[in-house]
């Protein structure tokens, strides 16, 4: 089935680090969700896309709705310890029903 | 919180027996999602259901069914389970933005172990 292409898999860097992550796919998307898992939770949704160029904020999160549509990026600004988890991203092709979701960035912070 | 129960939360069963994972949402959203996670698969949709009575197939139908018969409920059931059905399954809820779904908000997860 349709897949987003999500990377990197893995990051590990020094708390107080900027951390970039993005999906991209040959598909034209009209929504783009960003959601973060903890171990042992379901995923959260962190924020919400729905227009090409859309940069939206969500405290030290940033994401962004690319203007091709076929791509989108999450920037995470002066990494804390809780930030470790599997960031997801999912995106919903034009004239589709449902969503496809990316294979998730493992985030490691080393104090 | 998203108002999503799932439940059990954890189950080890047998080759060949049934299993019924249930969700319960008390959002009144309309549409409603279950999804097993696996590694190096990342979430792939089972079943959804858009309303009372009235359910679609996901990608990995196969060898699961669901039932909704009323708005809060949705069941999953493995009529024989079998191993490769191993694995955390969520349920997921939305309510419709425009002519698809909008965010989906997810269930703690139920983690099944078939042995």
């Known amino acids: 089935g349709q897949q987003l292409n999500q990377s990197p898999q893995s990051m590990f860097i020094q708390e107080g680090e900027d951390v970039s992550m993005n999906c991209t796919s040959s598909s034209i998307f009209n929504t783009w969700l960003w959601y973060k898992q903890d171990p042992g939770e379901g995923p959260v949704l962190l924020i919400a896309l729905y227009k090409a160029g859309e940069l939206t904020s969500n405290g030290r999160l940033t994401a962004q709705f690319g203007i091709t549509r076929k791509d989108s990026f999450l920037n995470i600004s002066a990494s804390i310890p809780s930030d470790v988890g599997i960031y997801f991203c999912?995106?919903?092709?034009?004239?589709?029903?449902?969503?496809?979701f990316g294979q998730g960035t493992r985030l490691t912070i080393n104090p | 919180d998203a108002g999503i129960t799932q439940s059990p939360r954890h189950k080890v069963t047998e080759t060949g027996t049934p299993v019924t994972l249930r969700c319960h949402q008390t959002e009144n959203h309309r549409y409603m999602y279950w999804y097993r996670q696996d590694p190096g698969h990342g979430l792939r949709l089972i079943h959804y259901s858009y309303g009372v009575k009235d359910t679609d197939k996901g990608e990995v139908s196969d060898g699961y069914s669901v039932s909704r018969s009323k708005t809060e409920d949705f069941l999953l059931t493995l009529e024989s389970a079998t191993s490769s059905q191993t694995s955390v399954y969520f349920c997921?809820?939305?309510?419709?933005?425009?002519?698809?779904?909008?965010?989906?908000?997810f269930g703690e997860g139920s983690r099944l172990t078939v042995l």
């Open positions: 997921a809820i939305s309510e419709s933005k425009g002519r698809g779904t909008g965010e989906l908000f």
């Open positions: 999912a995106g919903r092709i034009q004239g589709a029903q449902k969503l496809v």
